[in-house]
């Protein structure tokens, strides 16, 4: 990762989770996929998040074949970008599987990779630093903290002490959905003197109060805070979530929270209750956003790999609400005008 890039990791930027472009017939949609990448570049987005979880972890089955064709065409658009951005990789499964999908984001020119650690759930802390430490001699390492409820299992104060260790690790993406974990995190950087170290959020749940709240473990301690997210939330609506980020941002040097914020915090995280099926432990999550992308003209339809991730029952109509609680904060509009151009082969 070159200087500039890690500069605005550091700094905080938006960072959406990209969803996958399926048609009818559950097939790689290629124009739609590059119109998303296109549309998070122009909605101001200062990174892209590729092969997560809301890009489908099916796309590494054999019978899909969809892992390097996706973060090709996604690599390609965003070197195109006029700016920077900061390109990472999702990577999961066994050391060997995870060092070879690191390795195939290296050679596509990607920044950094987000590693889940959830093919690892019994192991220790011993053998999970091995595990983030190979990855992280292939590329800079984003470390994860997932919540259990998709995948993710507790994490240890010590084990991210020693994850902090190892200088390849650039950022942290932090989404246990859980304060008592997050603050696990926060404090294990802040004691850790990592200041190079960026911080993430993706606790659906608590995005703004997370980028507004000054961390501070001590009497003499110095401030720290979580500067951006990784979200699947901002993969919709990412007009909106830059400006909030900017918001955010703009307060923190201020040194005082506006009670503008601290409402749109309540209205973020209602509309990601939506978005995210949260009343059905999350199976919707990714439809959900599918939902919000068609409803845009961005995707065709709300098709997954796996033909049994759909919308749950009431699912559309809690996204039918929330348009309708908060018009201000969804960018109908700007897609609206620039969509033809993005979808444009």
């Given at each position: 990762m070159d200087q500039v890039t890690r500069d605005l990791l550091v700094r905080g930027v938006v960072i959406p989770a990209c969803p996958l472009a399926l048609d009818e017939r559950r097939s790689f949609d290629e124009r739609r996929q590059r119109a998303l990448v296109r549309y998070y570049l122009a909605a101001g987005a200062g990174g892209l998040?590729?092969?997560v979880h809301t890009t489908q972890f099916a796309i590494r089955d054999p019978k899909h074949g969809l892992f390097h064709p996706v973060l090709a065409l996604a690599a390609e658009e965003l070197r195109r970008a006029a700016s920077p951005v900061v390109k990472i990789a999702g990577?999961?499964?066994?050391?060997?599987?995870?060092?070879?999908e690191?390795?195939?984001?290296r050679r596509l020119r990607y920044d950094a990779v987000l590693l889940s650690?959830?093919?690892?759930?019994d192991a220790d802390d011993d053998a999970l630093v091995a595990h983030c430490r190979a990855v992280a001699d292939v590329l800079p390492l984003v470390g994860f903290y997932l919540q259990p409820a998709v995948g993710g299992s507790m994490l240890s104060y010590a084990f991210w002490r020693r994850l902090l260790e190892i200088e390849n690790v650039a950022a942290i993406k932090i989404a246990p959905f859980n304060r008592y974990q997050t603050l696990d995190v926060v404090r294990a950087v802040a004691e850790s003197q990592r200041r190079d170290v960026a911080l993430y959020t993706g606790n659906d749940d608590q995005i703004v109060l997370d980028l507004l709240t000054p961390f501070r473990f001590g009497p003499n301690a110095s401030d720290v805070r979580i500067v951006g997210g990784l979200l699947g939330h901002w993969a919709v609506w990412t007009r909106g979530a830059v400006e909030l980020l900017d918001e955010c941002h703009a307060a923190a040097r201020a040194g005082h929270v506006l009670?503008?914020?601290?409402?749109?915090?309540?209205?973020?995280?209602d509309c990601n209750a939506a978005f995210f099926d949260a009343?059905?432990?999350y199976k919707g999550c990714i439809a959900g956003l599918h939902e919000v992308l068609r409803r845009q003209g961005l995707?065709?339809?709300?098709?997954?790999?796996?033909?049994s991730e759909t919308l749950s029952p009431g699912q559309a109509a809690e996204i039918d609400r929330v348009y309708r609680a908060y018009p201000h904060l969804n960018d109908d509009a700007f897609v609206a005008e620039h969509r033809d151009a993005?979808?444009?082969p």
């Open positions: 998040a590729v092969g990577a999961c499964g066994k050391t060997p599987q995870a060092v070879a690191a390795e195939t984001a650690l959830a093919a690892l759930a009670e503008a914020l601290l409402r749109r915090a309540v209205e973020t995280t009343a059905n432990g995707l065709a339809g709300t098709w997954c790999l796996d033909p993005w979808l444009r």
